[in-house]
């Protein structure tokens, strides 16, 4: 192993120690579990030899881009009743696997990685493997979701060094079990509860100046939907957010917090935290869809309530809330995000602005981009929209499956134009002046 590896590696758990520390401060219960501190695999010293380089070099991936632990294969084998994942890595990675009940899941923890295996192998849906998807979940934090059929049981899966022209592998054998075992088993690890400390308050803002949150919604190991072409849901409406972010800070009015400013993925119910931690004003929610019909496009805009407002609304609010389940959170601490929400008097008032804003930014949008035609302003239990005393809408943009919609989103003009609608439709919430809008309210 050389001194640059060497030296690579010590950089990656100096940040990693970093990220922990600063999770320590702000966790919720999604915190990931710390990774242990990598181990030297006796056998990795191989002298000058540097077998792992030139494994690298053969696949195309060494150079100075490779400042991280590289996944360079994964793969899953299916045997009757057992299933085996095989997870090879250019350096020695130590993972954390635990599981998580409703729904079931093995959860792979490691540090950052970069995932860059050619066709890891697709499960065959027979046995315990119904899917798996696998990403950055934190900064500083990897993860592989493995969703199953079935219950199962595995033993701590050990690294073994390179050999055979393989690199470090980590090897999760997954075995049948009883649902009572599973259920039995399935949660954080012993001694690694998750901590759940509230997120610092920030200061209110200077007098004058409203608090927005704008919320682009998923990220990191979440995409959220894509479009054929390849347009991903979390990069769009990541672009839309800083361009609004943009819009609305023009104007000196307002002070701006993203929720996520990159490609992370953050829990839903940290999202809400957020908002209410920076005394937010007003908290916006940014998504597209997706659907199988494709000719279905246009805007809508969704805020909370305890009955959906239609079937297709209740099915965007599951498919929102799903979020947390993708990305691997625990949440048998948390009431059940789509759960009957307890709307109570003082709720009242924020649920009463949320729907004028709503109202607003659909009076906002037409001429602007396209507008779901039948019934734009719906409800549902979207889980990142509960926070009691931050009136919240979320903003489905469009269908990326949908081929004039596609097309708009991907360019510049539309995100500008967009951002910029929006940003005057918060104008007016807050100024009761919908004069200046593109459109007037769109009543009958
Ligand atoms: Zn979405």
Same mark, same amino acid.
């Given at each position: 192993m050389s001194l640059v590896r060497y030296g690579r590696l010590l950089r990656l758990w100096a940040a990693f120690l970093g990220v922990a520390f600063a999770v320590g401060q702000t966790a919720l219960a999604a915190t990931p579990i710390p990774v242990p501190k990598p181990q030297r +695999? %006796?056998?990795? +010293?191989? /002298?000058? %030899?540097?077998p792992i380089g030139a494994l690298l070099r053969e696949r195309g991936l060494a150079g100075p881009t490779v400042s991280l632990p590289v996944v360079i294969g994964l793969k899953l084998t299916e045997d009757g009743k057992n299933s085996r994942f095989t997870l090879e890595f250019s350096d020695p990675v130590d993972v954390r696997a635990f599981t998580l009940a409703g729904p079931n899941r093995v959860i792979v923890d490691m540090p950052d990685v970069l995932w860059r295996m050619p066709d890891p192998t697709r499960p065959s849906g027979k046995g315990a493997v119904k899917a798996y998807r696998y990403g950055q979940f934190r900064k500083g934090n990897g993860r592989l979701i493995v969703d199953l059929n079935k219950p199962v049981k595995f033993a701590t899966p050990q690294t073994l060094p390179p050999e055979g022209g393989a690199g470090f592998r980590v090897v999760l054998d997954l075995g049948p079990t009883t649902a009572t075992d599973f259920a039995a088993n399935a949660g954080w690890p012993a001694g690694m509860q998750p901590m759940s400390a509230p997120i610092p308050v920030s200061p209110r803002?200077? +007098?004058g100046k409203r608090v927005v949150i704008i919320d682009p919604g998923h990220g990191g190991i979440d995409p959220g939907t894509h479009s054929p072409n390849g347009i991903v849901e979390k990069d769009l409406v990541l672009s839309v957010a800083r361009t609004l972010r943009k819009s609305l800070e023009a104007t000196g009015r307002y002070r701006v917090q993203l929720t996520r400013d990159g490609d992370v993925f953050i829990p839903l119910r940290e999202r809400v935290n957020m908002g209410r931690a920076a005394h937010g004003d007003l908290f916006v929610s940014l998504h597209a869809d997706s659907n199988d019909h494709r000719e279905i496009r246009g805007a809508s805009v969704y805020t909370l309530s305890e009955a959906a407002s239609d079937r297709e609304a209740g099915n965007l609010a599951e498919k929102e809330n799903m979020s947390d389940i993708i990305a691997g =959170?625990?949440? %048998? /601490?948390?009431?059940?995000? =789509? +759960?009957t929400i307890l709307i109570d008097l003082a709720q009242r008032d924020t649920m009463n602005r949320s729907v004028r804003f709503a109202e607003t930014v659909l009076s906002a949008l037409p001429g602007v981009t396209s507008v779901q035609s039948a019934s734009p302003h719906r409800s549902a239990g979207f889980a990142v929209l509960k926070a009691p005393d931050v009136p919240a809408a979320l903003i489905e943009l469009g269908y990326l499956t949908n081929t004039k919609d596609e097309s708009e989103m991907a360019t510049e003009a539309w995100r500008t134009r967009v951002s910029n609608a929006i940003a005057q439709a918060i104008d007016a919430h807050f100024t009761g002046d919908t004069k200046a809008l593109p459109r007037q309210a769109t009543n009958p």
């Open positions: +695999a %006796s056998t990795a +010293a191989q /002298g000058d %030899s540097d803002a200077p +007098a =959170v625990d949440l %048998s /601490g948390e009431n059940n995000p =789509v +759960a």
